[in-house]
T-cell receptor, first 114, second 115 residues
Framework: DGGITQSPKYLFRKEGQNVTLSCEQN?????MYWYRQDPGQGLRLIYY???????QKGDIAEGYSVSREKKESFPLTVTSAQKNPTAFYLC?????????????FGPGTRLTVT | QKEVEQNSGPLSVPEGAIASLNCTYS??????FFWYRQYSGKSPELIMF????GDKEDGRFTAQLNKASQYVSLLIRDSQPSDSATYLC???????????????FGQGTILTVHP
């Protein structure tokens, strides 16, 4: 059963703590992405990766970090430097080759920092 | 700044009507166009993609692309209350293949189908 999993679904943290959000895919997709969505807003790209051990900053990378040690996994760390971390975080993957650029999303992690 | 623009709505249509959702994009070199549906509190779900000028139909959904006018639309025929959601337009603005499949998303249009 192929798909993208994100865990946990809900996450609560105290201000000043780093937190890592998990994203795993078994679709054999090359590219993976992290987005942030705030209430009533569109999707904003945080980081993306095409291949293992390589990733690029998106539009709002400050206060976030990622790693891509395996093709299947692309964890996101929200650091204490992120000023407004409370948001809905979405991970996506894509074949990103030929003309196959559609992205498939995981169920998301809702992070609340107080 | 490469942009994708959508009317935020909300767009309200009666059950059984045709809902028409519109999207314009700024980069003339864009190649791939996608429509996602997002229910409240859920993640976006891909419902249509289109690469060539013209219409593409899938069940009750039709995507229309006009590259000359930089315009893509989604028509939903026989709208149902279950179609009530936010619809996101997304565009791959990289003809050269260097963007790792990045998509630029519009802000989304809220659709409400009332019985």
């Amino acid at each position: 059963d192929g798909g993208i999993t994100q865990s946990p679904k809900y996450l609560f943290r105290k201000e000043g703590q780093n937190v890592t959000l998990s994203c795993e895919q078994n679709l054999n997709h090359d590219a993976m992405y992290w987005y942030r969505q705030d209430p009533g807003q569109g999707l904003r790209l945080i980081y993306y990766s095409q291949i293992v051990n390589d990733f690029q900053k998106g539009d709002i990378a400050e206060g976030y970090s990622v790693s891509r040690e395996k093709k299947e996994s692309f964890p996101l760390t929200v650091t204490s430097a992120q000023k407004n971390p409370t948001a809905f975080y979405l991970c996506a993957s894509s074949p990103a080759r030929g003309n196959r650029y559609e992205q498939y999303f995981g169920p998301g992690t809702r992070l609340t920092v107080t | 700044q490469k942009e994708v623009e959508q009317n935020s709505g909300p767009l309200s249509v009666p059950e059984g009507a045709i809902a028409s959702l519109n999207c314009t994009y700024s980069d003339r070199g864009s190649q791939s166009f996608f429509w996602y549906r997002q229910y409240s509190g859920k993640s976006p779900e891909l419902i249509m993609f289109i690469y060539s000028n013209g219409d593409k139909e899938d069940g009750r959904f039709t995507a229309q692309l006009n590259k000359a006018s930089q315009y893509v639309s989604l028509l939903i025929r026989d709208s149902q209350p279950s179609d009530s959601a936010t619809y996101l337009c997304a565009v791959n603005m990289d003809a050269g293949g260097t963007s790792y499949g990045k998509l630029t998303f519009g802000q989304g249009t809220i659709l409400t189908v009332h019985p």
